[in-house]
């Protein structure tokens, strides 16, 4: 009798851990596989949507100036100039997707849309602007983060980047080309410095920068698999046309 019930309560817990295996099993093909699918359809409908928004006729222009009438241009950021804070546009709304990050050496296309936050930026695939840093093409730091691993992984490859590798973002009006130039192969998650204004870690001084430029700066976690690090890739406005 005894034996009878050992040998049940054996079989009971086989199943019991066979099931586990089953479910831990799904969770996983879940997080490495379909969320990645999910996201990565919906990050590429969003880069379609956006070009095909900025291919559609725009809005016709106001009624020029009147014959005699002075016109002053609107001064354009570039390299070599800034323009002021009332000369920029006005800053996207929070989780909306407003630009195209391409980085040919990875194969990456992405959206870019404003914050970090994970349900409506980050888990969809998207890569994120800091709030808190300069947009596109503006004299400061135009830093961005993304997944590496789940959820799309946009930056899985960013380890990859080599100084000289080209990165663009494209906008409404214009494509900013961004060329590599540093990494940082890990640091804290609470070195904010490396998203400052002028790049620099605060953790390891000598990565980074000392003065003030046109910088772009790409965070994702490190190693894969885990959130205690984090990688660093940054790079330097190198050119700039109008769409």
Not at 80 to 85: C, G, R
Request: some cysteine.
């Amino acid at each position: 009798m005894r034996r009878r019930l050992l040998v049940r309560a054996l079989w009971g817990f086989a199943e019991a851990v066979v099931s586990l295996g089953v479910v831990l099993l799904l969770l996983v093909a879940h997080q490495l596989w379909w969320t990645n699918r999910l996201a990565r359809d919906d990050a590429g409908r969003t880069v379609q949507a956006l070009e095909r928004e900025w291919r559609a006729p725009a809005a016709p222009s106001p009624p020029g100036p009147e014959p005699g009438a002075v016109s002053t241009p609107i001064p354009v950021p570039g390299p070599s100039s800034s323009a002021a804070p009332s000369d920029q546009p006005p800053s996207p709304r929070w989780d909306q997707a407003y630009a195209v990050l391409r980085i040919p050496r990875i194969g990456l296309t992405a959206p870019v849309a404003e914050g970090t936050g994970k349900g409506g930026v980050l888990d969809r695939g998207y890569v994120g602007h800091y709030t808190r840093t300069a947009q596109a093409g503006q004299a400061g730091n135009f830093a961005l983060a993304g997944h590496r691993n789940t959820h799309g992984e946009p930056f899985r490859r960013i380890d990859r980047l080599r100084r000289g590798d080209r990165i663009t973002v494209e906008t409404r009006d214009a494509v900013y080309t961004y060329t590599v130039d540093q990494s940082l192969a890990r640091t804290a998650p609470s070195d904010s410095g490396v998203i400052a204004p002028v790049p620099r870690s605060d953790i390891t001084t000598s990565a980074g920068y000392s003065e003030p430029g046109y910088y772009l700066t790409l965070t994702t976690c490190t190693p894969e698999f885990s959130s205690r690090y984090r990688l660093v890739v940054w790079g330097k406005l190198t050119a700039m046309r109008p769409r």
